[in-house]
């Protein structure tokens, strides 16, 4: 038996209204126009390869819906062999593909999208492009949901001394009407897009030089982007003055984030079935177990009163 471990991460699904505030949005607007068994159409583009949405259904015990993606491929098609023969390739019929699966839960009462991290399918990123293909006149964000607490020690520091930030999947960002990319680090990191490379990793650092500090209005403005769009982001890394010492701050490791382990035969596919009852025992909870979804409505009431 080989051990599985994933990791969850949870997304709030909002979208900008006319005046440009974020409200929330709620997927099932998107499921409902879906035809499922339309495989065909329901394919698009990602990265060098395609996704799609397998799988959905609503689950009236965990009261939510949950959904496999799969990233389709026919690139990096790998050999297959015995113990005592020699390898052989793997060959693919024509419209035959490689697929990646991953799940998602969604709660429609409190908007929020479970992700299962998959390194090999889908991320958070290539599922909001993917969902926002269907929607007319409307575009959908990911927040992801974060520990208040480490956001605030930022904000309430004496000074920021150093930002790493490394950006996912530079091609699939929208750049058009945003005016962040209008800042210093803004058009820097545009300026690198032309590059044609998907990922790029900043550092911004004042050095050996003690008295001098990152500009505050930039490390803020970064810092808005960050919350609002966090599926832009692979790390972010704040070194900050606080009390007098430095103090390193890595803000997707205070992001609110659940694993999953299974065990299973080393050559057994993970099914769909067995990951949504994973992910919905740890978000609802499990014989009379609190669930993480108790825990985040308090957190989210919070929030939405700041």
Known sequence: MDEKKYQCEYYRVTTLNGNNEAELFDLQNWINILQITNYQTNVREYLD????????????????????????????VPLLCKMDQVSTELALEENQFIAEPMVCLYDPNL?????????????????????????????????????????????????TKKIRIRLAELDNLNIENDNWWNTK???????????????????????????????????????????DNPEMF????????????????????????????????????????????????IYYGYDNERGRRDMLQSMLAIADRE
Not at 119 to 138: M, P, Q, T
Request: aromatic residues 10%.
């Open 185 to 227: 680090i803004g058009k820097a990191i545009k300026a690198v897009r032309g590059v044609n490379i998907p990922y790029v990793e900043l550092s911004l650092s004042v050095g050996h030089y003690r008295k001098r500090e990152i500009d505050e209005s930039e490390s803020e403005y970064l810092l808005e982007k960050i919350v």
């Open 234 to 281: 692979d790390k972010v890394e704040y070194t900050i003055l606080e009390e007098g010492k430095s103090q390193l701050i890595n803000i997707f490791s205070d992001a609110i984030k659940d694993s999953m382990t299974f065990n299973l035969p080393s050559n057994a596919v993970l099914r769909f079935d067995v990951v949504s009852q994973a992910m919905g025992e």
């Open 111 to 159: 908007h929020l999208l479970m992700i299962q991290k998959n390194r090999d399918s889908v991320s958070a990123v290539g599922i909001k492009n993917y969902i926002n293909e269907f929607l007319h006149n409307i575009d959908i964000n990911l927040d992801r949901v974060f520990n208040r607490s480490s956001l605030n020690r930022i904000r309430n520091a004496e000074a």
């Open 49 to 76: 390869d395609y996704v799609r949405i397998e799988d959905i259904h609503f689950d009236p015990v965990f009261r939510c819906w949950f959904m496999q993606f799969v990233r389709i491929r026919s690139k990096d």
